[in-house]
């Protein structure tokens, strides 16, 4: 296993690529901190504030209000194990899924 100063770089490269993907579909969001839980915030190509965060067993989005981190206008949650630990493309999948149940309400 690699030290954790590595695992680290590699790590925040993998959320910075990541972050460049939902860029390119005009999605701004940042990383709000690299220890778990994973936690993004941002904004969707429609202007909404959104709010994901993967905990324990579960992944949530929430997607408008004054702050969807607290009451949102939308939230769903899907089941994923351990997921305060997903890896960058582990978690960026689970977003995909549920801004497609965003989108299709």
Same mark, same amino acid.
């Given at each position: 296993?690699?030290?954790?100063? +590595?695992?680290?770089?590699? &790590?925040?490269?993998? $959320? @910075?690529?990541?972050? +460049?993907?939902?860029? @390119? +579909?005009?999605?701004?969001?940042?990383?709000?901190?690299?220890?778990? #839980?994973?936690?993004?915030?941002?904004?969707? *190509?429609?202007?909404?504030?959104? &709010?994901?965060?993967?905990? $324990?067993?579960?992944? @949530?989005?929430?997607?408008?209000?004054? /702050?969807?981190?607290?009451? #949102?206008? $939308?939230?769903?949650?899907?089941?994923?194990?351990?997921?305060? &630990?997903?890896?960058?493309?582990?978690?960026?999948?689970?977003?995909?899924?549920?801004? /497609?149940? &965003?989108? *299709?309400?």
């Amino acid at each position: 296993m690699a030290n954790k100063a +590595d695992w680290v770089a590699e &790590y925040e490269a993998g $959320w @910075s690529a990541a972050l +460049d993907e939902l860029v @390119s +579909d005009g999605i701004q969001a940042k990383l709000v901190g690299i220890a778990a #839980p994973v936690q993004l915030k941002g904004q969707l *190509s429609t202007g909404k504030p959104f &709010y994901f965060r993967c905990r $324990w067993n579960e992944c @949530s989005l929430a997607v408008g209000g004054a /702050d969807p981190a607290d009451i #949102p206008e $939308w939230h769903r949650e899907v089941i994923r194990e351990n997921a305060s &630990y997903l890896p960058p493309q582990e978690a960026m999948a689970v977003l995909r899924v549920l801004l /497609d149940l &965003y989108e *299709s309400q």
